[in-house]
């Protein structure tokens, strides 16, 4: 069993549209994220829910919408799709938020082409 | 900005070459995680650092963590096509709530 897993792995879209991606860990993790992923490789984490509760909002435009119906599940919803948000956009949970439990454990990634 | 500076940004080496690549902070950090990226994978979680000075090793890598808690590197010795990939060093940065904060990753290619 794969212990994040996230859909679609790969998502190819034209401008305007509107788009989702799913993420489940079965970790028992309290904590997830969404990052961001250019082509030249930096990450950059856009959200992080800790048991439900929105605890990191990075600087983000508001077309995008994380939501999270149970610990275990975190979705990102993204409205009026631009070229730039081209990019691979991972999944990850920790076992908590704090640094002594914060070791980040990866989804595969969803590979989004905006066209 | 960012605050956790990782160099060099891409290492080309000839397989059985050393490599290694550094990563500072302007800020002492609890402590450093490190990361392996494969080409078309995700981030896979290698180590976590977390007394000053300390020193592991994983077969040919070698992980340190400045005295400081400012600054780690990962050495890997005789290098070989299975270490192609991105390696990011992350920490936990006070002045942005204490999140983990990535590196912006070496990028390494071995030449067989």
């Known amino acids: 069993d794969t212990a994040v897993s996230q859909t679609p792995k790969y998502l190819v879209t034209q401008m305007g549209n509107d788009k989702s991606i799913k993420c489940e860990q079965n970790l028992g993790h309290d904590t997830m994220y969404w990052y961001k992923q250019d082509s030249k490789k930096f990450l950059k984490i856009m959200f992080s829910y800790n048991n439900k509760e929105l605890i990191i909002n990075e600087t983000v435009p508001n077309r995008f919408s994380p939501k999270s119906p149970d610990k275990a599940h975190l979705n990102l919803h993204i409205n009026s799709l631009e070229l730039g948000d081209s990019a691979v956009y991972f999944c990850a949970s920790s076992q908590g938020w704090n640094s002594a439990k914060n070791i980040q454990y990866f989804g595969a990634g969803t590979r989004l082409s905006v066209l | 900005g960012q605050q956790v500076m990782q160099i060099p940004q891409y290492q080309h080496v000839q397989e059985g070459e050393d490599f290694t690549t550094y990563c500072n902070s302007s800020t002492t950090l609890s402590n450093i995680q490190w990361y392996k990226q494969r080409p078309g994978g995700h981030p896979v979680f290698l180590i976590q650092?977390?007394?000053?000075?300390e020193v592991k090793k994983q077969k040919r890598l070698t992980f340190q963590f400045g005295e400081a808690k400012k600054n780690s590197s990962l050495h890997i010795t005789a290098t070989q096509t299975t270490d192609v990939g991105t390696y990011f060093c992350a920490g936990p940065v006070e002045t942005s709530g204490s999140r983990l904060t990535f590196g912006e990753g070496t990028q390494l290619t071995v030449n067989p």
């Open positions: 650092l977390v007394k000053s000075g």
